[in-house]
């Protein structure tokens, strides 16, 4: 995947809140975590079994433009799915930008669509709200391969015990990295045997202003969706409690959710990177800069940049940079909500007529090599051609299907590799993931209906401060006194202890 399509896969997760921001004619259910639980069972739409072909609309989002063949693929997945599960398939592949505006709409009307995307920013909201159907003995019933993907995974999506959505399961990632370009660690003689976290940076930063002229040594992140400059900082280590508004930090056992900008861990980490401002590690820019990381460094501007960790990160930083990268490993993976549940599959209460077909379409997303390759690659002989059996070669330019969105359906294990990858790419990210820290708050989804306003407030100040701050663009003694006395005023002490009240409701209802 593109780095380009890795970062819309991230904006997924922020731009995707449409379901908290639909109405509902059922308003049953007020809390996920300690009080009143959603009565949705979805029960009128389980059975409806006949003899009768059903056809399961899926709508998912496109992060380019529909593909012109996707009824031809459309007739090849139903060559399997009319004989194992009596139903045809209709892949509903909308535009990006327009995702939202129609998925509401379509929500609104009771429109026909019996499985969606959503995320877990909207997860919670969308079951307090009745709309997503209860998915728990359906998945008994139907859903042998989805419990076979995720294992342990699937605990995470339960909110009062029951489960409304089913997370991809996607490749490991987590944590951060820092890659940088080998042809000029080479050249410059620069020794990475001794950089183990960001203080070892100066000197390599350093070292590269010197002596390449008109290359930054640290390219910029700042777009929406993009990594935060603060991923660099190894000290500064929490769970977000999926949105950031309220924290766990890690090395606290007492379980308080903080204000993370009040955190002596969030200012060191400001000065850190004011300071590679201000020495010129970064760009003068950086604050306002619209080109993406990778197209700089790939300009030969920039020296190094920022990725998600991983096994194949730089394999992945060295196909989308262009020149082969090294990678060091700072910020430490940890399994949490936010990164266990991420993009999640749902079947729409009002807008499907027979959820159990649906949830056997979703079971083979999950299970089925054929079907989930289908959905990603198209057809084999037209869309792309086979290297070996998990190896592909896609057909060049527009090749009348290019979809490729493997991080976001079912099983991403279950996918070829494109020609190119790691093979051990897989068994890699397995052992990267069996590693990885578990969260103590994995599982928790705090419903923030209770305090939308305050939501909405306090994002509108991080919004006009948080860039600035975390690209060290100004100093932070003094601009972030002022973001936490806006950030109070907008009510964030409010969102705290409620995020406080349902953490501690949530610990004493799962045992924790």
């Known amino acids: 995947m593109s780095k380009k399509r890795k970062a819309a896969g991230l904006l997924l997760a922020s731009a995707m809140v449409l379901l908290s921001a639909c109405g509902s004619n059922n308003t049953a259910g007020t809390n996920n975590n300690g009080s009143a639980a959603s009565t949705n069972t979805g029960t009128a739409a389980v059975q409806t079994e006949s003899a009768e072909t059903y056809e399961v609309v899926m ?119 820092i890659v940088m370009r080998k042809d000029i660690i080479d050249k410059l003689g620069i020794d990475l045997s001794a950089v183990t976290r960001a203080d070892d940076l100066d000197q390599v930063f350093q070292t590269v202003k010197e002596k390449e002229s008109g290359m930054t040594p640290l390219a910029s992140s700042n777009t929406l969706g993009g990594m935060s400059m603060t991923a660099l900082i190894d000290s500064l280590d929490y769970d977000t409690l999926t949105d950031g508004l309220g924290v766990l930090m890690t090395g606290d056992a007492s379980m308080k959710v903080v204000n993370l900008y009040e955190t002596p861990e969030y200012l060191a980490a400001l000065q850190k990177i004011h300071g590679w401002y201000t020495a010129g590690y970064l760009p003068k820019d950086a604050a306002t800069i619209k080109t993406q990381p990778n197209d700089v460094v790939r300009a030969g501007k920039a020296f190094a940049t920022i990725t998600s960790d991983g096994p ?108 190119g990858e790691n093979p051990q790419g897989r068994v890699e990210e397995k052992i990267f993931s069996d590693n990885m820290v578990q969260s103590k708050a994995l599982g928790f989804i705090p419903n923030m209906d209770p305090i939308k306003t305050e939501v909405s407030a306090v994002n509108n100040v991080i919004n006009q401060y948080k860039v600035a701050l975390e690209t060290g663009s100004v100093d932070p003694e003094k601009i972030l006194p002022q973001f936490n006395e806006k950030l109070k005023a907008a009510g964030i002490d409010k969102i705290i202890a409620e995020k406080q009240k349902q953490l501690d409701e949530w610990l004493a209802a799962s045992g924790k």
Do not use: C
């Open 59 to 177: 709508g998912f989002p496109m992060l380019g433009n529909t593909p012109k063949d996707i009824a031809e693929v459309e007739a090849a997945i139903n060559e399997i799915t009319v004989p194992k599960i009596n139903a045809t398939v209709k892949l509903m592949a909308v535009p990006f930008g327009q995702w939202n505006q129609q998925v509401n709409l379509m929500l609104a009307s009771s429109e026909k669509l019996d499985i969606m995307l959503t995320d877990f920013a909207a997860y919670s909201n969308a079951v307090s709200k009745n709309q997503l159907t209860d998915l728990t003995d359906l998945i008994d019933q139907y859903g042998e391969g989805i419990k076979t993907s995720l294992g342990s995974k699937l605990d995470a999506a339960k909110i009062n015990g029951r489960i409304y959505a089913t997370p991809s399961n996607k490749l490991a990632e987590g944590g951060s990295a």
């Open 312 to 419: 194949t990160a730089a394999d992945k930083e060295t196909a989308n940079n262009g020149t082969e990268m090294v990678k060091i490993s700072l910020q430490k993976p940890m399994h949490t909500t936010q990164t266990v549940l991420g993009l999640m599959w749902a079947i729409p209460t009002n807008n499907t007529k027979n959820a159990a077909k649906a949830m056997e379409f979703l079971n083979l997303t999950y299970s089925d090599k054929d079907i989930i390759n289908l959905i990603n690659f198209g057809i084999e002989g037209k869309h792309y051609t086979k290297k070996s059996d998990d190896v592909i070669v896609p057909v060049e330019g527009d090749n009348g299907y290019v979809v490729r969105q493997s991080f976001m359906f079912g099983d991403t294990h279950l996918t070829y590799l494109l020609d």
